[in-house]
């Protein structure tokens, strides 16, 4: 079966035309969702995975979602230690994330796929402004799956990364939402947002349906998220697709062992 083929029966190359992006119609729609990723912090594709692959794609999940590496942690909204802040400042209110992650080296064939498809590396490239993207050279971060068991949770952060893609693939039984509060960072009243964030004021917080088969493009750099806790016997499962703008990057040894627990 050849690329092309094999990414019909995964993706809706009809509605979302990333097989012609030099066509006008491809141009328009790269222009269309970077205008939204501009003014939102993020631009969501619903229904980018057909249901029959997104079946596959959950299966393939499933079946290493127990080769997870589990790492449970407390840290501040900038993903620093809260202990080593001064007492009493935002800085030193911490958070706590449980979840565990799949590394590259054990995902299944389809979702490899999806990431080594070269179209949607060019077309993630022109919502985000980017000359070029490579994949990363990690053999265990380029392409993972998040797993959110019962009483998993991911509390609020941002990101160091500049810009996160996601692919939704199963939701849980309850909880697991994805909740943010866009292009904060960097603001002269940051820090009191954040407080405000922490102290359960919702007047900013947007919340973003858990849809699997949804692509989602963030900037989660400057933009505060959570994933709200999840209950029930059954995962939240999230692919992450990394990139980046030069080649051969790859995670530290340090982030390897955190989030995978080992390195490469």
């Not at 995964?10 to 328009?28: M, Q, W």
């Not at 729609?29 to 969501?44: H, S, T």
């Not at 070029?132 to 949770?153: E, H, K, T």
């Amino acid at each position: 079966m050849s690329v092309s083929k094999n990414m019909e029966s995964l993706i809706d190359v009809e509605r979302y035309p990333l097989r012609a992006l030099a066509s006008p119609e491809g141009l328009a729609f790269v222009q269309e969702c970077r205008q939204k990723f501009n003014a939102d912090g993020l631009c969501e594709l619903p229904g980018f995975v057909h249901q029959r692959g997104l079946g596959e794609l959950a299966e393939e999940a499933t079946a290493v979602s127990d080769l997870a590496w589990r790492c449970s942690s407390t840290h501040n909204a900038w993903l620093d230690d809260p202990h080593l802040a001064p007492a009493g400042t935002v800085q030193a209110r911490p958070e706590t994330t449980r979840v565990g992650s799949v590394a590259f080296d054990h995902i299944g064939p389809r979702l490899r796929s999806v990431y080594e498809w070269d179209p949607l590396k060019d077309f993630l490239a022109g919502v985000l402004g980017k000359p070029q993207l490579y994949r990363l050279a990690d053999p265990l971060g380029a392409c993972s799956i998040n797993v959110f068991d019962d009483s998993g949770v991911h509390g609020w952060h941002f990101d160091e990364a500049e810009f996160t893609i996601t692919l939704m693939l199963q939701a849980p039984v309850e909880g697991g939402a994805f909740e943010y509060v866009p292009r904060i960072r960097g603001t002269e009243d940051e820090h009191s947002q954040v407080s405000d964030i922490l102290d359960g004021k919702r007047d900013n917080v947007r919340e973003l349906p858990f849809t699997p088969g949804t692509l989602l493009i963030f900037a989660g750099r400057e933009t505060i998220h959570r994933v709200t806790d999840v209950s029930g016997d059954v995962s939240r499962f999230v692919a992450v697709l990394c990139y980046a703008d030069a080649p051969d990057v790859r995670n530290s040894a340090n982030v390897q062992r955190l989030f995978w627990g080992r390195t490469a």
